[in-house]
Protein backbone atom coordinates (compact mmCIF):
# COMPACT_ATOMS: atom_id res chain seq x y z
CA UNK A 1 0.00 0.00 0.00
CA UNK A 2 1.48 3.20 -0.82
CA UNK A 3 1.16 5.73 2.13
CA UNK A 4 0.99 9.62 2.08
CA UNK A 5 5.18 9.51 0.72
CA UNK A 6 4.68 7.79 -2.35
CA UNK A 7 6.76 5.02 -1.28
CA UNK A 8 5.09 1.60 -1.37
CA UNK A 9 5.20 -0.86 1.06
CA UNK A 10 3.62 -4.66 0.73
CA UNK A 11 3.99 -8.10 2.83
CA UNK A 12 4.74 -11.47 1.78
CA UNK A 13 2.32 -14.04 3.15
CA UNK A 14 4.48 -15.25 5.54
CA UNK A 15 4.15 -11.98 6.90
CA UNK A 16 0.64 -11.74 6.99
CA UNK A 17 0.26 -14.43 8.68
CA UNK A 18 2.60 -13.74 11.40
CA UNK A 19 1.16 -10.34 11.84
CA UNK A 20 -2.58 -12.01 12.19
CA UNK A 21 -0.90 -14.28 15.08
CA UNK A 22 0.56 -11.31 16.69
CA UNK A 23 -3.31 -9.41 16.15
CA UNK A 24 -5.04 -12.89 17.97
CA UNK A 25 -2.55 -12.32 20.88
CA UNK A 26 -2.16 -8.70 21.56
CA UNK A 27 -4.92 -6.87 20.44
CA UNK A 28 -5.57 -5.00 16.68
CA UNK A 29 -3.82 -1.72 17.55
CA UNK A 30 -0.66 -2.26 16.54
CA UNK A 31 1.98 -0.27 14.49
CA UNK A 32 5.60 -1.21 12.38
CA UNK A 33 8.11 1.34 12.87
CA UNK A 34 11.10 0.58 10.66
CA UNK A 35 13.99 0.57 12.53
CA UNK A 36 16.63 3.01 11.35
CA UNK A 37 19.99 1.03 13.15
CA UNK A 38 20.66 1.48 16.82
CA UNK A 39 19.74 -1.59 18.67
CA UNK A 40 18.09 -3.76 16.24
CA UNK A 41 19.62 -3.37 13.35
CA UNK A 42 17.24 -2.07 10.27
CA UNK A 43 14.71 -4.42 11.60
CA UNK A 44 10.56 -3.69 11.11
CA UNK A 45 9.53 -3.36 14.79
CA UNK A 46 5.95 -4.21 15.58
CA UNK A 47 4.76 -2.43 18.55
CA UNK A 48 1.72 -2.08 20.31
CA UNK A 49 -0.09 1.33 19.37
CA UNK A 50 0.40 3.62 22.22
CA UNK A 51 4.07 1.36 23.23
CA UNK A 52 5.56 3.32 20.34
CA UNK A 53 5.23 6.87 20.50
CA UNK A 54 4.99 8.15 17.06
CA UNK A 55 6.72 11.38 16.45
CA UNK A 56 6.79 14.65 14.54
CA UNK A 57 9.94 13.43 12.12
CA UNK A 58 7.98 9.96 11.73
CA UNK A 59 6.14 9.39 8.28
CA UNK A 60 3.89 7.36 7.49
CA UNK A 61 4.82 5.06 4.39
CA UNK A 62 1.58 2.61 4.10
CA UNK A 63 -0.22 -0.16 5.88
CA UNK A 64 0.26 -4.10 5.64
CA UNK A 65 -2.20 -6.11 7.14
CA UNK A 66 -4.49 -3.39 8.47
CA UNK A 67 -1.43 -2.34 10.47
CA UNK A 68 0.01 1.14 9.49
CA UNK A 69 3.88 1.15 8.85
CA UNK A 70 6.12 4.17 9.56
CA UNK A 71 9.68 5.42 9.33
CA UNK A 72 12.07 8.37 10.63
CA UNK A 73 11.70 11.72 8.13
CA UNK A 74 15.47 11.02 7.44
CA UNK A 75 15.57 7.16 6.72
CA UNK A 76 12.56 7.95 4.35
CA UNK A 77 14.38 10.49 2.21
CA UNK A 78 17.17 8.15 1.56
CA UNK A 79 14.84 5.47 0.68
CA UNK A 80 11.60 6.83 -0.87
CA UNK A 81 12.68 5.68 -4.37
CA UNK A 82 12.47 2.02 -2.74
CA UNK A 83 9.43 -0.11 -2.68
CA UNK A 84 9.60 -1.83 0.92
CA UNK A 85 8.18 -5.67 1.14
CA UNK A 86 7.91 -7.37 4.86
CA UNK A 87 8.98 -10.92 5.01
CA UNK A 88 8.57 -12.96 8.04
CA UNK A 89 11.57 -15.62 8.38
CA UNK A 90 12.78 -18.09 11.29
CA UNK A 91 15.00 -16.07 13.72
CA UNK A 92 15.09 -14.22 16.52
CA UNK A 93 12.48 -11.10 16.67
CA UNK A 94 13.79 -8.14 17.48
CA UNK A 95 14.17 -6.99 21.06
CA UNK A 96 11.46 -4.66 21.57
CA UNK A 97 9.47 -6.35 18.50
CA UNK A 98 6.22 -8.09 19.45
CA UNK A 99 7.59 -11.27 17.40
CA UNK A 100 10.07 -12.01 19.66
CA UNK A 101 10.24 -15.10 20.96
CA UNK A 102 7.98 -16.54 18.59
CA UNK A 103 10.49 -18.33 16.65
CA UNK A 104 9.92 -15.62 13.67
CA UNK A 105 11.18 -12.43 13.13
CA UNK A 106 10.21 -9.42 10.05
CA UNK A 107 12.51 -8.51 7.64
CA UNK A 108 12.86 -6.10 5.54
CA UNK A 109 13.33 -6.75 1.31
CA UNK A 110 13.33 -3.55 -1.24
CA UNK A 111 13.32 -2.80 -4.74
CA UNK A 112 14.84 0.45 -6.04
CA UNK A 113 12.02 1.84 -7.97
CA UNK A 114 12.71 4.33 -11.15
CA UNK A 115 11.05 7.58 -10.84
Not at 30 to 47: E, I, K, R, T, V
Not at 94 to 104: A, D, I, R, T
Request: proline residues 2%; negative net charge.
Amino acid sequence: MTGTTGMTVTATEAALDLIGELKSRFGADLLFHQSGGCCDGSAPMCFQQGDYIIGGSDVLVGEIGGVPFYMNADQHARWKHTSLVIDAIDGIGGMFSLENGSGKRFLTRSDVCQR
